[in-house]
Structure formats: C-alpha cells, structure tokens
T-cell receptor, first 115, second 117 residues
C-alpha cells in the first residue's frame, strides 16, 4: 500500500530563514506528487505538483520541490520564508495507474514563521 | 478556479442520530469525489471514493453501512453518518478533480466539523 511520510510535524522559523520540508513516499511505480497548503481558517489548496518532466518544480509564492526518484522523496523548499507562510503543509501522492487515482496524504507539517 | 462547496461547516448532533454532509462542485462536473476524515494533529485519511451513478468505493476499515455515500449527480455527493456515536466526531473533508487524470490536483471543500454528544 502507498504511504507518505513527512519528517517534521512542527517547524518554527524566523522571517527570511530558508525552509525545507521533507517528504518520502513508498510506491514503486509511476506517481503523481503534490504539496498542498492550508492557511489558517482556509481550505486546502494546491501549492505545486509533479507528474513528469523536470524534477524540480516551481509553485506559487516562491515554493519549489524536487522529485528524487532514487530516494522516493519530494522535498519542499523556499529560500526565504515570510510571516504569511504560516500554515500547514501536506505532501500527497497518488499512483499513476490506479483506478480513481486515490490520493494519500502525509501527516502534515505545521509551519510557524515569526515576524 | 474550480470551487468545491461543503455544507454544513459545523454540526452537533446527539448520539444515535444521523447527519448528512453535502459536497458540491460549483463550476465543474465531477464524476468522482473523495471523502476524507481528519483527526486532530493527524493526516487526512481517505474514507471512500464517490462515483457518480454507481456505488462508492470504501477504503479498508471504513464501514459502508455507517458512512453512506450517494453521488446522484455530476455536481453533488453526500455523506451520511448514520447512528452517529462520539467516536465519529471528526473533521470530514470532500474533494474533487475538475479534469481526468491522477496528475490533476484535488479541489477541496472547507470541511465539516462533526461533534457527536
């Protein structure tokens, strides 16, 4: 069965610090990878995704993620965080060939950015 | 962008009663919708895949008779928690894609906070 592991449950950073959130998944076949973000009081929304091509993908608000197939990883990065990046971040995976393309989520990482 | 509307946002019910949660895709058609459950400080757990015009597909360990799913149209799926008990208290979230394919991201409703007393 597919699973997604996020290494950090809580992260506290000061503004302008760099961010990297780890994500590993377990599935040997073709995968589609996502990072979703949930700002306080809002619904989950897409930050970025990877399904083919350049393994370094760029998303909204200066976020990027790198797919490393050999490590089964899809880490999220941002060079300089802002207070407005305070949110919960979820890594998610679906297998590229399963019926319905069920998406499995990691446990989430709560990021708090100090102004 | 694609919008998913979920209603109600909060509901409190007594043990033994049933609660219905609606999920609507407002500006697109969704042949498939997904229902998730989120426990405090935990991840979203996929409960079932709702298929328009056919039976839902439930994940292992999810009781289909307790969590009734109906997807009667291309824009509406409902989740009914039957004979609710306090352990059913949770945050329920629906989602859908606005185009076919696993690379297409999910669009989420705002979720429903269910409290069973």
């Amino acid at each position: 069965a597919q699973s997604v592991s996020q290494h950090n449950h809580h992260v506290i950073l000061s503004e302008a610090a760099s961010l990297e959130l780890g994500c590993n998944y377990s599935y040997g076949g073709t995968v589609n990878l996502f990072w979703y973000v949930q700002y306080p009081g809002q619904h989950l929304q897409l930050l970025l995704k990877y399904f083919s091509g350049d393994p370094l993908v760029k998303g909204i608000k200066g976020f990027e993620a790198e797919f490393i197939k050999s490590k089964f990883s899809f880490n999220l990065r941002k060079p300089s965080v802002q207070w407005s990046d305070t949110a919960e971040y979820f890594c998610a995976v679906n297998a590229g060939n399963t019926g319905g393309f069920k998406t499995i989520f990691g446990a989430g990482t709560r990021l708090f950015v100090k102004a | 962008g694609a919008v998913v509307s979920q209603h109600p946002s909060r509901v409190i019910c007594k043990s033994g009663t049933s609660v219905k949660i609606e999920c609507r895709s407002l500006d697109f058609q969704a042949t498939t919708m997904f229902w998730y459950r989120q426990f405090p400080k935990q991840s979203l757990m996929l409960m079932a895949t709702s298929n328009e015009g056919s039976k839902a597909t439930y994940e292992q360990g999810v009781e289909k008779d307790k969590f009734l799913i109906n997807h009667a149209s291309l824009t509406l799926s409902t989740l009914t928690v039957t004979s609710a008990h306090p352990e059913d208290s949770s945050f329920y979230i629906c989602s859908a894609r606005d185009s076919f394919g696993g690379h297409s991201p999910l669009h989420f409703g705002n979720g429903t906070r269910l409290t069973v007393t």
